[in-house]
Every structure is written in structure tokens, then in C-alpha cells.
């Protein structure tokens, strides 16, 4: 399955630290992909570090397709899905805060 890669989807979380990318590596290699990537109209909006690793070991994944109104709905359920799940610094937070806050200008809430 061809899933695009939009840099404004790919970049709104802080990327992985190497021992968290080869933990993620190990696992899937060990018990393949088992969360499904996060779509939107075809672009992945959840998973991105999961796709890359599967598409390097050809391993499978599943995907789930998920419906919003624009790219800052999309952007706003991003920070609040990852947002509780990883170890984020302080510095971090206040980021994806200001960006949650641009995002929700945006749409008018």
C-alpha cells in the first residue's frame, strides 16, 4: 500500500531518540506492526516512524483512515493523541501547546 509523507504531518511531534527508534525497530521486527497507521485521505498522520520501519523490514502493517475538516483538525489530533504517550520534555510541551493554539486560531475555536 502507497501511503504519502507530508513533511507538515511528519514533523509536528519531536522525533524519536535513537533508543526509542531501536526499541520500535526491535519490536516490530520481534512481533510485527501492531498499532495501525493512522491515515488521512491517504496521507499517514500517525505512525510515521512504524511505516518507515516496516517499509525497511517488509513487514505488514494495517492502516485506519480517520475523517477531519482541514490539516489544523488533523495536526490538533495528532498532539492530542501522541502527546500523553511520549516521554515529552517541558520545552516540548509549551511547543505542541503554542502550536495547538495556532491550529485552533485557524479553525475559529
Do not use: Y
Request: proline share 4%; aromatic share 6%; net charge neutral.
Amino acid at each position: 500500500m502507497k501511503l504519502t509523507v507530508n513533511p507538515l504531518f511528519e514533523n509536528v511531534l519531536p522525533p524519536l531518540s535513537t533508543d526509542e527508534l531501536a526499541a520500535l525497530r526491535e519490536s516490530i521486527r520481534a512481533d510485527g506492526c501492531r498499532d495501525a497507521i493512522v491515515t488521512w485521505r491517504g496521507t499517514i498522520i500517525d505512525g510515521h516512524n512504524r511505516h518507515a520501519i516496516c517499509q525497511e523490514l517488509g513487514a505488514p502493517f494495517e492502516t485506519v483512515e480517520k475523517v477531519f475538516e482541514s490539516d489544523s483538525e488533523a495536526r490538533l489530533w495528532m498532539r492530542r493523541n501522541q502527546g500523553g504517550r511520549r516521554n515529552l520534555s517541558e520545552a516540548w510541551r509549551i511547543k505542541l501547546q503554542e502550536d495547538s493554539k495556532a491550529d485552533l486560531a485557524q479553525i475559529g475555536k
